[in-house]
Protein backbone atom coordinates (compact mmCIF):
# COMPACT_ATOMS: atom_id res chain seq x y z
CA UNK A 1 0.00 0.00 0.00
CA UNK A 2 3.21 2.09 0.48
CA UNK A 3 5.05 4.22 -2.30
CA UNK A 4 8.27 3.86 -3.06
CA UNK A 5 9.27 6.29 -1.14
CA UNK A 6 7.48 7.19 2.54
CA UNK A 7 8.04 9.84 4.73
CA UNK A 8 6.78 11.02 7.97
CA UNK A 9 6.99 13.81 9.48
CA UNK A 10 7.26 13.81 13.33
CA UNK A 11 6.59 17.40 15.93
CA UNK A 12 9.97 17.98 17.22
CA UNK A 13 8.44 16.91 21.48
CA UNK A 14 11.44 15.91 22.62
CA UNK A 15 9.50 12.97 23.91
CA UNK A 16 7.24 9.88 23.19
CA UNK A 17 5.00 7.95 24.66
CA UNK A 18 3.88 4.27 25.11
CA UNK A 19 0.76 4.88 22.58
CA UNK A 20 2.73 6.89 20.19
CA UNK A 21 5.43 3.79 19.89
CA UNK A 22 3.07 0.95 19.96
CA UNK A 23 0.37 2.57 17.87
CA UNK A 24 2.88 4.18 14.88
CA UNK A 25 6.22 4.92 15.08
CA UNK A 26 7.12 0.90 15.73
CA UNK A 27 5.26 0.11 12.56
CA UNK A 28 6.33 3.38 10.62
CA UNK A 29 10.04 2.33 11.31
CA UNK A 30 9.59 -1.42 10.25
CA UNK A 31 8.73 -0.05 6.40
CA UNK A 32 12.28 0.92 6.41
CA UNK A 33 13.13 -2.78 5.61
CA UNK A 34 10.27 -2.98 2.60
CA UNK A 35 10.49 0.61 1.41
CA UNK A 36 12.54 4.02 1.01
CA UNK A 37 11.74 5.93 3.93
CA UNK A 38 12.29 9.05 5.57
CA UNK A 39 11.79 10.51 8.93
CA UNK A 40 11.92 14.21 9.23
CA UNK A 41 11.61 16.30 12.51
CA UNK A 42 9.04 19.56 11.98
CA UNK A 43 11.13 22.04 13.63
CA UNK A 44 9.41 24.85 11.12
CA UNK A 45 6.15 23.25 11.98
CA UNK A 46 6.50 23.90 15.50
CA UNK A 47 6.58 27.94 15.40
CA UNK A 48 3.25 28.43 14.53
CA UNK A 49 2.47 29.23 18.22
CA UNK A 50 4.22 31.11 20.45
CA UNK A 51 7.03 28.36 21.97
CA UNK A 52 10.98 28.75 23.77
CA UNK A 53 13.57 29.49 21.28
CA UNK A 54 16.10 27.52 23.99
CA UNK A 55 14.10 24.55 23.64
CA UNK A 56 13.64 24.22 19.86
CA UNK A 57 16.81 22.70 18.80
CA UNK A 58 16.96 20.61 22.32
CA UNK A 59 13.53 19.25 21.43
CA UNK A 60 14.69 18.71 17.87
CA UNK A 61 17.40 16.46 18.43
CA UNK A 62 16.07 14.38 21.58
CA UNK A 63 13.17 13.76 19.41
CA UNK A 64 15.63 12.58 16.38
CA UNK A 65 17.72 10.75 18.92
CA UNK A 66 14.39 9.18 20.09
CA UNK A 67 13.23 7.80 16.74
CA UNK A 68 17.18 6.20 15.91
CA UNK A 69 16.96 4.92 19.58
CA UNK A 70 13.47 3.34 18.55
CA UNK A 71 15.20 1.47 15.47
CA UNK A 72 15.37 3.27 12.34
CA UNK A 73 18.41 2.09 10.60
CA UNK A 74 20.19 5.06 8.99
CA UNK A 75 21.67 2.03 6.22
CA UNK A 76 17.82 2.22 5.11
CA UNK A 77 16.40 4.55 6.27
CA UNK A 78 16.82 8.51 6.54
CA UNK A 79 16.27 10.92 9.30
CA UNK A 80 16.80 14.82 9.05
CA UNK A 81 15.51 18.29 10.63
CA UNK A 82 12.94 19.89 8.33
CA UNK A 83 14.73 23.19 8.49
CA UNK A 84 18.04 21.57 7.18
CA UNK A 85 16.33 21.49 4.32
CA UNK A 86 15.66 25.06 2.55
CA UNK A 87 13.76 23.36 -0.09
CA UNK A 88 10.76 23.31 2.09
CA UNK A 89 10.46 26.48 2.70
CA UNK A 90 11.30 27.69 -1.08
CA UNK A 91 8.92 25.60 -2.55
CA UNK A 92 5.83 26.55 0.21
CA UNK A 93 6.70 30.09 -1.19
CA UNK A 94 6.26 29.13 -4.47
CA UNK A 95 2.94 27.01 -4.20
CA UNK A 96 1.16 29.59 -1.23
CA UNK A 97 1.15 32.14 -4.66
CA UNK A 98 -1.11 29.30 -6.20
CA UNK A 99 -3.26 28.81 -2.56
CA UNK A 100 -6.35 30.69 -2.51
CA UNK A 101 -6.76 31.95 0.91
CA UNK A 102 -10.23 31.08 1.03
CA UNK A 103 -8.99 27.40 1.01
CA UNK A 104 -6.75 28.51 3.93
CA UNK A 105 -9.37 29.99 6.30
CA UNK A 106 -11.38 26.84 5.57
CA UNK A 107 -9.13 24.33 7.57
CA UNK A 108 -10.60 23.19 11.05
CA UNK A 109 -7.50 23.41 12.52
CA UNK A 110 -6.97 26.91 11.81
CA UNK A 111 -10.38 27.97 12.66
CA UNK A 112 -10.26 26.59 15.85
CA UNK A 113 -6.75 27.26 17.63
CA UNK A 114 -6.95 31.00 15.97
CA UNK A 115 -10.61 30.89 18.11
CA UNK A 116 -8.81 30.27 21.12
CA UNK A 117 -5.78 32.91 21.33
CA UNK A 118 -7.34 35.43 19.41
CA UNK A 119 -6.03 37.20 15.52
CA UNK A 120 -3.83 39.41 16.95
CA UNK A 121 -1.97 37.17 18.98
CA UNK A 122 -2.41 34.47 15.90
CA UNK A 123 1.01 34.40 13.42
CA UNK A 124 0.45 34.13 9.63
CA UNK A 125 2.09 30.79 10.12
CA UNK A 126 -0.47 29.21 11.34
CA UNK A 127 -2.96 30.24 8.45
CA UNK A 128 -0.43 29.32 6.19
CA UNK A 129 1.25 26.47 7.61
CA UNK A 130 -0.66 23.62 5.59
CA UNK A 131 1.44 24.87 2.47
CA UNK A 132 4.00 24.11 4.27
CA UNK A 133 3.12 20.52 4.90
CA UNK A 134 1.96 20.54 1.13
CA UNK A 135 5.35 21.05 0.33
CA UNK A 136 7.20 18.91 2.62
CA UNK A 137 4.40 16.25 0.79
CA UNK A 138 5.11 16.98 -2.68
CA UNK A 139 8.36 17.21 -2.69
CA UNK A 140 8.61 14.16 -1.50
CA UNK A 141 5.64 12.24 -3.30
CA UNK A 142 6.78 14.08 -6.41
CA UNK A 143 7.63 9.95 -7.38
CA UNK A 144 5.21 8.40 -4.93
CA UNK A 145 1.56 7.58 -4.88
CA UNK A 146 0.70 7.65 -1.42
CA UNK A 147 1.35 9.68 1.35
CA UNK A 148 1.10 8.28 5.12
CA UNK A 149 -0.96 10.71 7.16
CA UNK A 150 -2.44 10.95 10.53
CA UNK A 151 -6.44 10.87 11.24
CA UNK A 152 -6.19 14.47 12.02
CA UNK A 153 -4.09 15.83 9.21
CA UNK A 154 -6.94 14.60 6.35
CA UNK A 155 -8.48 17.76 5.54
CA UNK A 156 -4.82 19.19 5.18
CA UNK A 157 -3.94 16.19 2.90
CA UNK A 158 -7.14 17.26 0.61
CA UNK A 159 -5.79 20.63 0.50
CA UNK A 160 -2.53 19.56 -0.52
CA UNK A 161 -4.36 17.20 -3.31
CA UNK A 162 -6.53 20.22 -4.32
CA UNK A 163 -2.95 22.34 -4.65
CA UNK A 164 -1.18 19.76 -6.79
CA UNK A 165 -3.79 19.75 -9.13
CA UNK A 166 -4.49 23.43 -9.07
CA UNK A 167 -0.32 23.77 -9.61
CA UNK A 168 -0.74 21.38 -12.90
CA UNK A 169 -3.48 22.92 -14.01
CA UNK A 170 -2.06 26.98 -13.67
CA UNK A 171 1.42 25.58 -14.64
CA UNK A 172 1.42 21.84 -16.05
CA UNK A 173 0.21 22.83 -19.47
CA UNK A 174 1.62 22.60 -22.60
CA UNK A 175 4.57 24.80 -22.18
CA UNK A 176 5.27 22.58 -19.49
CA UNK A 177 5.43 19.80 -21.63
CA UNK A 178 7.50 21.65 -24.31
CA UNK A 179 10.12 22.05 -21.75
CA UNK A 180 10.25 18.29 -21.02
CA UNK A 181 7.50 18.00 -18.27
CA UNK A 182 5.48 14.38 -17.62
CA UNK A 183 2.66 14.51 -19.80
CA UNK A 184 1.52 17.68 -18.41
CA UNK A 185 1.54 17.07 -14.61
CA UNK A 186 4.26 18.77 -12.48
CA UNK A 187 2.85 16.77 -9.42
CA UNK A 188 1.81 13.65 -8.93
CA UNK A 189 -1.69 13.85 -6.96
CA UNK A 190 -1.11 11.61 -3.73
CA UNK A 191 -3.21 9.71 -2.54
CA UNK A 192 -3.61 9.57 1.59
CA UNK A 193 -3.04 6.57 3.17
CA UNK A 194 -3.91 6.41 7.10
CA UNK A 195 -0.79 4.33 8.20
CA UNK A 196 -2.08 0.60 9.64
CA UNK A 197 -1.93 1.14 13.57
CA UNK A 198 -1.55 -0.79 15.84
CA UNK A 199 -3.57 -1.55 18.87
CA UNK A 200 -4.70 2.14 20.51
CA UNK A 201 -3.11 2.65 24.37
CA UNK A 202 -5.80 3.99 26.43
CA UNK A 203 -4.83 6.28 29.31
CA UNK A 204 -3.47 5.01 32.44
CA UNK A 205 -6.11 6.96 34.68
CA UNK A 206 -9.14 6.20 32.95
CA UNK A 207 -8.73 3.63 30.67
CA UNK A 208 -11.50 5.65 28.27
CA UNK A 209 -9.33 8.24 26.66
CA UNK A 210 -6.80 7.29 24.43
CA UNK A 211 -3.39 7.76 25.89
CA UNK A 212 -1.47 11.30 25.10
CA UNK A 213 0.96 14.19 25.32
CA UNK A 214 -2.01 16.51 25.78
CA UNK A 215 -3.07 14.79 28.78
CA UNK A 216 -2.74 17.47 31.66
CA UNK A 217 -1.53 14.56 33.71
CA UNK A 218 1.82 12.90 32.90
CA UNK A 219 0.60 9.67 35.74
CA UNK A 220 -1.49 9.05 33.00
CA UNK A 221 1.41 8.37 30.38
CA UNK A 222 4.43 6.04 30.24
CA UNK A 223 7.30 7.86 28.58
CA UNK A 224 9.94 6.03 26.65
CA UNK A 225 12.26 7.48 28.89
CA UNK A 226 11.01 7.12 31.95
CA UNK A 227 13.14 5.51 34.89
CA UNK A 228 12.10 2.07 36.18
CA UNK A 229 10.95 3.87 39.33
CA UNK A 230 8.46 5.88 37.40
CA UNK A 231 7.27 3.49 34.95
CA UNK A 232 6.44 1.02 38.62
CA UNK A 233 4.84 3.97 40.51
CA UNK A 234 2.89 5.08 37.41
CA UNK A 235 1.79 1.63 37.17
CA UNK A 236 1.10 1.09 41.00
CA UNK A 237 -1.09 3.99 41.03
CA UNK A 238 -3.15 3.02 37.51
CA UNK A 239 -6.84 2.65 37.69
CA UNK A 240 -8.07 -0.45 37.92
CA UNK A 241 -11.26 -2.34 39.29
CA UNK A 242 -12.18 -4.41 41.95
CA UNK A 243 -13.81 -7.90 39.10
CA UNK A 244 -12.38 -10.79 40.02
CA UNK A 245 -9.79 -12.23 37.76
CA UNK A 246 -8.29 -10.01 34.85
CA UNK A 247 -10.42 -10.50 30.87
CA UNK A 248 -10.19 -8.88 27.87
CA UNK A 249 -13.23 -7.37 26.09
CA UNK A 250 -15.32 -6.45 28.85
CA UNK A 251 -17.06 -2.97 28.61
CA UNK A 252 -17.04 -2.98 32.09
CA UNK A 253 -13.50 -2.90 32.64
CA UNK A 254 -11.69 -0.89 30.39
CA UNK A 255 -8.63 -0.37 32.06
CA UNK A 256 -8.21 -4.18 32.47
CA UNK A 257 -8.60 -4.54 28.80
CA UNK A 258 -5.91 -2.17 28.17
CA UNK A 259 -3.25 -3.21 30.74
CA UNK A 260 -3.70 -6.66 28.95
CA UNK A 261 -3.39 -5.23 25.76
CA UNK A 262 -0.24 -3.46 26.40
CA UNK A 263 1.12 -6.49 28.66
CA UNK A 264 0.48 -8.68 25.35
CA UNK A 265 1.98 -5.76 22.85
CA UNK A 266 4.96 -5.61 25.19
CA UNK A 267 5.96 -8.82 25.28
CA UNK A 268 4.68 -9.87 21.87
CA UNK A 269 2.44 -12.76 23.35
CA UNK A 270 -0.57 -13.71 21.45
CA UNK A 271 -3.84 -12.73 23.06
CA UNK A 272 -4.71 -16.09 23.73
CA UNK A 273 -1.37 -16.62 25.62
CA UNK A 274 -1.97 -13.93 27.62
CA UNK A 275 -5.79 -14.92 28.41
CA UNK A 276 -4.53 -18.62 29.99
CA UNK A 277 -1.50 -16.28 32.01
CA UNK A 278 -3.40 -14.19 33.33
CA UNK A 279 -7.23 -15.87 33.91
CA UNK A 280 -6.95 -15.98 37.67
CA UNK A 281 -4.38 -13.15 38.74
CA UNK A 282 -5.42 -10.16 40.58
CA UNK A 283 -4.10 -6.81 40.44
CA UNK A 284 -1.55 -7.78 42.87
CA UNK A 285 0.30 -10.31 40.84
CA UNK A 286 -0.39 -8.38 37.47
CA UNK A 287 1.07 -5.54 37.91
CA UNK A 288 4.39 -6.70 38.82
CA UNK A 289 4.46 -8.72 35.93
CA UNK A 290 3.54 -5.70 33.41
CA UNK A 291 5.94 -3.42 35.48
CA UNK A 292 9.23 -5.56 34.47
CA UNK A 293 7.73 -6.17 30.83
CA UNK A 294 7.13 -2.63 30.32
CA UNK A 295 10.83 -1.93 31.77
CA UNK A 296 12.19 -4.90 29.93
CA UNK A 297 11.12 -3.78 26.79
CA UNK A 298 11.91 0.18 27.19
CA UNK A 299 15.16 -1.08 28.63
CA UNK A 300 17.15 -1.48 24.63
CA UNK A 301 15.78 1.71 23.84
CA UNK A 302 16.68 4.00 26.78
CA UNK A 303 20.38 2.37 26.64
CA UNK A 304 20.77 3.00 22.50
CA UNK A 305 18.93 6.70 23.49
CA UNK A 306 21.78 7.41 26.06
CA UNK A 307 24.30 6.43 23.63
CA UNK A 308 23.10 8.57 20.62
CA UNK A 309 23.70 11.22 23.26
CA UNK A 310 26.43 11.08 24.43
CA UNK A 311 27.84 11.67 21.58
CA UNK A 312 26.59 14.46 19.60
CA UNK A 313 28.93 14.25 16.42
CA UNK A 314 27.41 11.02 15.59
CA UNK A 315 23.58 11.90 15.71
CA UNK A 316 24.98 15.59 14.10
CA UNK A 317 26.43 13.19 11.12
CA UNK A 318 23.41 11.34 10.55
CA UNK A 319 21.10 14.78 10.63
CA UNK A 320 23.57 16.12 7.95
CA UNK A 321 23.76 12.83 6.04
CA UNK A 322 19.84 13.23 5.86
CA UNK A 323 19.59 16.47 5.02
CA UNK A 324 22.13 15.75 2.02
CA UNK A 325 20.11 13.24 1.04
CA UNK A 326 16.32 14.73 1.25
CA UNK A 327 18.28 17.99 -0.59
CA UNK A 328 18.92 16.27 -3.39
CA UNK A 329 15.43 14.55 -3.30
CA UNK A 330 13.97 18.21 -3.21
CA UNK A 331 15.93 20.09 -5.41
CA UNK A 332 14.38 17.93 -8.26
CA UNK A 333 11.07 19.26 -7.44
CA UNK A 334 11.99 22.53 -6.82
CA UNK A 335 13.76 22.89 -10.17
CA UNK A 336 10.83 21.62 -11.82
CA UNK A 337 8.77 23.92 -10.17
CA UNK A 338 10.83 27.09 -10.92
CA UNK A 339 11.22 26.15 -14.21
CA UNK A 340 7.51 25.90 -15.14
CA UNK A 341 6.62 28.55 -13.28
CA UNK A 342 8.76 30.95 -15.33
CA UNK A 343 11.64 31.60 -13.74
P1 LIG B 1 -0.69 12.66 21.04
O1 LIG B 1 -2.13 12.24 21.16
O2 LIG B 1 0.13 12.14 22.15
O3 LIG B 1 -0.57 14.15 20.83
P2 LIG B 1 -0.13 12.52 18.27
O4 LIG B 1 -1.49 13.07 17.98
O5 LIG B 1 1.04 13.41 18.09
O6 LIG B 1 -0.13 11.94 19.74
O7 LIG B 1 0.05 11.18 17.42
C1 LIG B 1 1.27 10.75 16.86
C2 LIG B 1 1.04 9.35 16.31
O8 LIG B 1 0.87 8.43 17.38
C3 LIG B 1 -0.23 9.23 15.46
O9 LIG B 1 0.05 8.37 14.37
C4 LIG B 1 -1.24 8.61 16.38
O10 LIG B 1 -2.17 7.80 15.68
C5 LIG B 1 -0.37 7.74 17.28
N1 LIG B 1 -0.93 7.68 18.63
C6 LIG B 1 -1.03 8.71 19.50
N2 LIG B 1 -1.56 8.32 20.66
C7 LIG B 1 -1.82 6.99 20.53
C8 LIG B 1 -2.36 6.00 21.43
N3 LIG B 1 -2.74 6.32 22.67
N4 LIG B 1 -2.47 4.73 20.98
C9 LIG B 1 -2.07 4.41 19.73
N5 LIG B 1 -1.55 5.28 18.85
C10 LIG B 1 -1.41 6.58 19.24
NA1 LIG C 1 -2.48 15.12 19.63
Not at 40 to 54: E, G, K, M, R, S
Not at 97 to 126: C, H, Y
Not at 226 to 232: H, L, P, W
Amino acid sequence: FYGEKNSFGVQPTGSIHLGNYLGAIKNWIDLQNTYETLFFIVDLHAITLPYDTQQLSKATKDTAALYLACGVDTSKASVFVQSHVRAHVELMWLLSSATPIGWLNRMIQFKEKSRKAGDENVGVALLTYPVLMASDILFISMQSDFVPVGEDQKQHLELTRELAERVNYLYGGRKWKKLGGRGGAIFKVPEPLIPPTGARVMSLTDGLSKMSKSAPSDQSRINLLDSKDVISNKIKRCKTDSFPGLEFDNPERPECNNLLSIYQLVTSKTKQEVVEECLDMNWGTFKPLLTDAVIDHLHPIQVRYAEIMSDTTYLDNILAEGASKATSIADVTLNNVYQAMGF
